[in-house]
């Protein structure tokens, strides 16, 4: 039990470490850890903690962690899987501050972080991709998910977003399938 607590704790650091961008652009390198890597988890039960997590307050990473040490260790594994993904941001924030004082103008530090944000987008739509890949596909699904996606764009609350897609979940459940004779 001791290993696994540590396991959580390195993987996640590993992760937080070398991945720049947030906790989205981190998904898809928990999911390789965990899913093909160490074979924690399949690739179904991972897509449930990020869908998960991103109804839950806070970061998506941080809280995908949580719920990842919770199901292998119980809390002390959500703590040893948070402070792995915690700690690396932390040292890397002091570090910046440190070092890079008086640098901010500086053309070459503009390149670098110019090309960390690009990578990090990409990271994060790999992670829309995947996601949308295994949840998008019935008519239902892509008219909410396109609804969805012009609220957002429309700058109306991505809350607002998730509580209309849950209404026409409940309606369409309700007098679709159940209407149709559908069972649960």
């Known amino acids: 039990m001791t290993k696994d607590f540590f396991r959580l704790f390195w993987s996640f650091f590993k992760i937080g470490f070398f ?3 947030g906790g989205l652009a981190m998904i898809p390198f928990i999911e390789e850890e965990f899913t ?3 074979r924690w988890l399949t690739s179904d ?3 449930e903690l990020v869908l998960l997590s991103q109804s839950l307050p806070g970061v998506v990473a941080v809280n995908v962690s949580i719920l990842i040490g919770q199901k292998r260790a119980g809390v002390l594994g959500s703590v040893a899987a948070a402070l ?3 700690l ?3 040292l890397s924030i002091v570090l910046i ?3 890079l004082r008086g640098f901010e103008d500086n053309r070459y530090v503009r390149m670098v972080f110019t090309g960390i944000k690009a990578a990090s987008a990409a990271l994060i739509l790999h992670t829309v991709w995947r996601l949308g890949r295994r949840i998008v596909g019935t008519t239902f699904a892509d008219i909410v998910a396109l609804g969805s996606f012009i609220m957002v764009s429309c700058d109306i609350s991505a809350g607002w977003a998730i509580v209309v897609g849950a209404l026409c979940g409940l309606v369409f459940y309700n007098f679709y ?3 149709k004779g559908g069972r649960v």
Do not use: D, N, R, W
Request: net charge positive.
């Open 19 to 21: 991945t720049f961008g």
């Open 45 to 47: 039960e991972m897509s």
């Open 177 to 179: 399938i159940v209407g």
């Open 88 to 90: 690396p941001a932390l």
């Open 84 to 86: 792995g993904t915690v």
């Open 36 to 38: 093909k890597k160490l």
């Open 97 to 99: 501050l440190c070092l």
